[in-house]
């Protein structure tokens, strides 16, 4: 009899385990992946937006390595393999076109894409585009900036070649500190440069339609030729082939450098790692080809996506656009130094505190340039930086058609990279 | 053996007529081992004829449906390309370099250990730490000791390099890496070795005359050839398979990728199952020749009776 009297409680528990219970739900959890961001900015956004959601949902951040490719790495394989955990992505600019025509992601429904598109500034939501649809939610941005020394340059350069007659003059007086920061070494840094400077020339790595490599002989050329001077030039770190952003990042911070390309970060690790250093930084805009044209820089950051196999994707894209926020982008801004994509957020007091070159920034965000836009993307730029680096060895005129027969090669996904 | 387990009319048959009973031996052996030599087919067998299969076509993880049959034209593309002969020669590199230098400290510690009166045990085990320790960490200690702000190489050395950051002091630290970590494995086999060599030889050659040098190349190191043979073929194998220390201190970067680093970047990084398949084959076919060469051309046997 006592056993009967059990079934009833049972049950119970078994309602439990199966989740037919009547009583409160737990919400669904919603993974978040993102690289491990350091400031806690993103943990902030997740929590927020959890809340905001008056119970619908939780975001769970899923933290990734602080490396773009790594990063990559786990999602692909994960991605590939129909993993229905992921639900919100922090997508790499460069990703945006790989993960959409694999299907990997989720295009944005009408409605919530007009909204996610509002008040973004153009290039950022071209970012994250492809096919005249928005796969991800314009988060925050990034670019490069010429950052110098205003003890030791009376005027910021505007182009290149002003810049490397600056440095070596400069250098004949005052010696090692005269050098002009980039990144050289082999990988995504190098890329970046490099389709910068091309843009900046006029030139661009695939034709429109982004099936066939363009890299039009006379600007391809010349950026290639503004490379070699720079590794060649006494002006040039004799660490170039090796340095990647944090690297120059330091070297300026040491006081060894009086030009630096890089992103916005430096200036608030260097107002905290070297003041005096940082009393003496100035920024311009990234220097130009030629003085004609102005130049166009890389446009990096991190867009949201919702993952294809998400088991909950109407809440991941609610909860994409509330992360995407104004509010959150403001977070991310001041706590996080991450350049946020909503434009009027510029004006904003707070943001142009932690960003006191935001007219600047917004400029040269204005007229960035996109890295490639295929599926591809990874392989054409492996192909890229194996012919560039090292710097020093560039051939100006063999380079523009190994560099046109190695994208080729890549986009046919041929040979080994 | 069948006299103690065999019932007793089988005892009887294979008593009687012994070419039947040892077919049915045989058979009973084949029987016994068949679990085995299925769990070997499925887990090896399997993925590799698998791998075989997929490097036959053009198929990229990122777009399944796009798969074409190319036949052999992912091994025309890797075995013309120069990244793929970059990595054949930096392996060798490696290979080369960790195993001479394994062999030579394995050798004297392997002597050491041989000869050491007391505490022998104590010495064994604590040679074998490094090899006890998880390649990953190893790499990782290594790369630390190396790096120019953290490290301790750097101010011992009176030195300000990056040593990860070209190409031939990063194969310097991979190497001693390598070295570190392996050497232990050597220096434990060549011991085996070591003990196979009878005393009354090397005595009877001391009577002749031989000076210490004269015995060990004379006696010691042929005797021992065979342990020799199986501590070079094993580290040698690994060595050209290297990827775990190579990956943690340099990602291949400097032109010091692998091998399996390139095999990796292609499966891994840029999901090309068809080429990424042609090289694990291609990886597997230099391991199988290495194995041959050795076997053939040196006259190694695994099985007993190597000393002959």
């Known amino acids: 009899m006592s056993a009967l009297r059990d079934i009833p409680c049972l049950l119970c528990v078994l309602a439990a385990l199966t989740g037919c219970d009547k009583g409160p739900a737990t919400p669904p959890t919603l993974s978040w992946y993102v690289f491990d961001e350091p400031s806690g900015a993103f943990a902030q956004a997740a929590r927020r937006c959890g809340e905001a959601s008056e119970g619908r949902y939780d975001i769970e951040l899923k933290p990734l390595p602080a490396d773009a490719d790594q990063q990559r790495e786990q999602l692909v394989r994960r991605l590939a393999a129909g993993d229905d955990d992921i639900d919100l992505i922090g997508m790499d600019v460069i990703w945006t076109a790989e993960f959409a025509r694999a299907g990997w992601i989720l295009p944005w429904p009408e409605p919530l894409a007009e909204h996610a598109r509002a008040g973004r500034i153009p290039s950022t939501v071209d970012s994250a585009s492809d096919g005249g649809r928005l796969w991800a939610a314009p988060f925050t941005t990034n670019t490069q900036l010429l950052w110098y020394r205003t003890d030791r340059v009376p005027a910021p350069p505007r182009t290149w070649d002003e810049m490397i007659d600056q440095a ?237 027969a190695a994208v080729e090669r890549a986009l046919r996904s041929e040979g080994l990279l | 053996m069948s006299k103690a387990t065999g019932p007793p009319d089988r005892r009887a048959g294979t008593n009687l007529g012994t070419h ?47 798969r074409v049959f190319v036949g052999l034209a992912n091994y025309a593309s890797v075995l013309t390309s120069e990244v793929w002969w970059q990595a054949v020669l930096n392996t060798l590199i490696i290979t080369v370099g960790s195993v001479s230098l394994e ?103 001391r009577v002749d005359g031989a000076n210490a040098w004269q015995r060990f190349f004379r006696v010691t190191l042929p005797v021992m050839r065979p342990a020799l043979l199986v501590a070079l073929l094993f580290r040698t194998l690994d060595a050209v398979r290297i990827f775990d220390t190579v990956f943690v201190q340099t990602r291949g970067a400097q032109d010091t990728e692998t091998l399996s680093i390139v095999g990796y970047h292609t499966l891994v990084t840029r999901l090309n199952l068809g080429l990424g398949s042609a090289v694990s084959v291609l990886i597997f076919l230099v391991v199988l020749a290495i194995a041959i060469l050795f076997v053939r051309g040196f006259g190694l046997r695994l099985s007993r009776g190597g000393q002959t």
Request: with cysteine; proline share 7%; glycine share 6%.
């Open chain 1, 168 to 404: 070596e003059r400069l250098s004949q007086s005052i010696g090692k500190g005269a050098s002009i920061q980039a990144q050289g070494e082999r990988y995504e840094g190098l890329m970046v440069f490099f389709v910068s400077l091309l843009a900046s020339a006029g030139g661009a790595v695939l034709d429109a339609d982004t099936e066939q490599p363009s890299l039009a002989p006379e600007p391809t050329r010349t950026a290639l030729r503004i490379l070699r001077r720079l590794a060649n030039s006494p002006a040039a770190d004799p660490a170039l082939a090796t340095a990647r952003e944090d690297q120059t990042r330091l070297a300026f911070e040491s006081g060894e450098a009086s030009y630096m390309l890089n992103y916005t970060y430096v200036w608030p690790s260097a107002n905290a790692n070297a003041p005096e250093i940082a009393k003496h930084m100035g920024w311009a805009r990234w220097p130009a080809v030629s003085p004609e044209r102005p130049s166009r820089v890389t446009i990096g950051g991190i867009n949201l996506g919702v993952g294809a196999d998400s088991r909950h994707p109407e809440l991941a894209f609610e909860a994409a656009a509330c992360i995407s926020g104004i509010d959150n982008q403001r977070i991310a801004a001041t706590r996080g130094g991450l350049p946020p994509t909503l434009e009027a957020l510029y004006d904003a007091p707070a943001v142009r505190d932690t960003f006191p070159f935001a007219d600047l920034l917004r400029a040269t965000l204005r007229d960035a340039v996109q890295r490639p836009r295929t599926p591809l993307y990874n392989d054409v730029s492996l192909a890229i930086t194996r012919i560039l680096h090292p710097l020093a060895e560039v051939d100006p005129e063999r380079g523009p058609a190994r560099l046109r």
């Open chain 2, 20 to 66: 039947l009973g040892t077919r049915a031996e045989e058979r009973l052996a084949w029987l016994l081992c068949m679990p085995a030599v299925l769990a070997m087919l499925l887990v090896t067998a399997y993925p590799i004829l698998y791998a075989l299969w997929l490097s036959l076509f053009r198929y990229d993880l990122r777009f399944p449906d796009e």
């Open chain 2, 103 to 205: 062999l030579i400290l394995g050798m004297l510690l392997a002597l050491v250990m041989h000869r050491v009166l007391f505490l022998r045990r104590t010495l064994r085990a604590s040679v074998l730490i490094p090899y006890a320790i998880i390649t990953v960490v190893a790499a990782l200690a290594w790369k630390f000791a190396f790096d120019p702000v953290t490290g301790f190489v750097n101010p011992w050395l009176g030195l300000d390099r990056a040593w990860l950051g070209e190409r031939w002091s990063a194969f310097l630290v991979i190497i001693l890496t390598e070295v570190w970590k392996t050497t232990p494995f050597m220096a434990l086999l060549l011991l085996a070795g070591l003990t196979l060599v009878p005393k009354d030889l090397l005595d009877a050659a």
